[in-house]
């Protein structure tokens, strides 16, 4: 008997053909600790959800549980609607809740990556927040350009635990004189100090150890290194720029 379109529109099919779906234009990719995870998950116990399609078996919703399913070659359950366009994907991931930084660390732990699990007992041993760990650890990489996306993947790599352990160090003796050495402006200005050949950490710590007072919270980088040259240049006849 053939199946009229309103009733091939509201019924839930099941396939073994994978490759007749594809991923819509323009959708995020794929992230493969939450593929791992599914994958996992699957395994132990298979709950089968329909993953959501247009006319165009283009993916709307469901492109993990796709990727999962093809992996696993378990029958895939599919909902037709037709009409559904990138925008209605944009409407969708709106109303979900987005994995926390500390979610993507701990997921990636569980699954032993080695530089994760390094990140972790950094940031424990140190105290400082998910952002200024990522900088500390790549050597002043700031989040905000791909740094965490790259975290988010699963690539992220250390450069050197033990240069980083120095920096931390080097920062948490500044929390002698300055209660804010955490925060993450502060930390992204001293970042770039270190990288200056001019500039001398002993020098800044005696310097800072009679004029602390003149080191406040401030609400960008280029301030906070404005204040640090202030307190490091202090009585200088030759001021130095760092």
């Known amino acids: 008997?053939?199946?009229?379109?309103?009733?091939?529109?509201?019924?839930?099919?099941?396939?073994?053909?994978?490759?007749?779906?594809?991923?819509?234009?323009?959708?995020?990719?794929?992230?493969?600790?939450?593929?791992?995870?599914?994958?996992?998950?699957?395994?132990?116990?298979?709950?089968?959800?329909?993953?959501?399609?247009?006319?165009?078996?283009?993916?709307?919703?469901?492109?993990?549980?796709?990727?999962?399913?093809?992996?696993?070659?378990f029958i895939l359950y599919y909902h037709v609607v037709p009409g559904l366009r990138l925008k209605d994907v944009h409407r969708l991931n709106t109303n979900m809740r987005t994995w926390?930084?500390?979610?993507?660390?701990?997921?990636?732990?569980?699954?032993?990556?080695?530089?994760?699990?390094?990140?972790?007992?950094?940031?424990r041993t140190h105290g400082f927040g998910q952002n200024e760990c990522m900088s500390i650890l790549t050597h002043g990489g700031h989040p905000g350009g791909g740094l965490f996306d790259t975290f988010k993947k699963g690539a992220f790599k250390i450069h050197s635990y033990e240069r980083a352990t120095i920096i931390a160090e080097k920062l948490t003796a500044i929390g002698r004189y300055y209660e804010g050495y955490k925060r993450r402006n502060f930390v992204f200005a001293m970042l770039d100090m270190f990288k200056n050949p001019e500039y001398d950490h002993d020098i800044f710590l005696k310097k800072l150890s009679y004029q602390s007072r003149k080191l406040t919270d401030?609400?960008?980088?280029?301030?906070?290194?404005?204040?640090i040259m202030e307190i490091y240049n202090y009585k200088n006849s030759n001021p130095v720029k760092i």
């Open 1 to 73: 008997m053939k199946t009229s379109k309103e009733e091939y529109f509201n019924h839930i099919h099941e396939t073994n053909n994978y490759d007749k779906f594809r991923f819509i234009d323009g959708n995020r990719d794929v992230n493969h600790l939450h593929l791992n995870r599914l994958i996992q998950s699957m395994k132990e116990k298979y709950i089968p959800v329909p993953i959501l399609v247009n006319e165009k078996y283009e993916i709307i919703d469901g492109q993990h549980r796709w990727s999962a399913l093809k992996h696993l070659s």
């Open 100 to 123: 926390t930084a500390e979610e993507y660390l701990d997921g990636y732990c569980k699954l032993n990556y080695p530089h994760y699990i390094q990140f972790r007992a950094f940031k």
């Open 218 to 227: 401030q609400t960008t980088i280029v301030h906070y290194k404005d204040c």
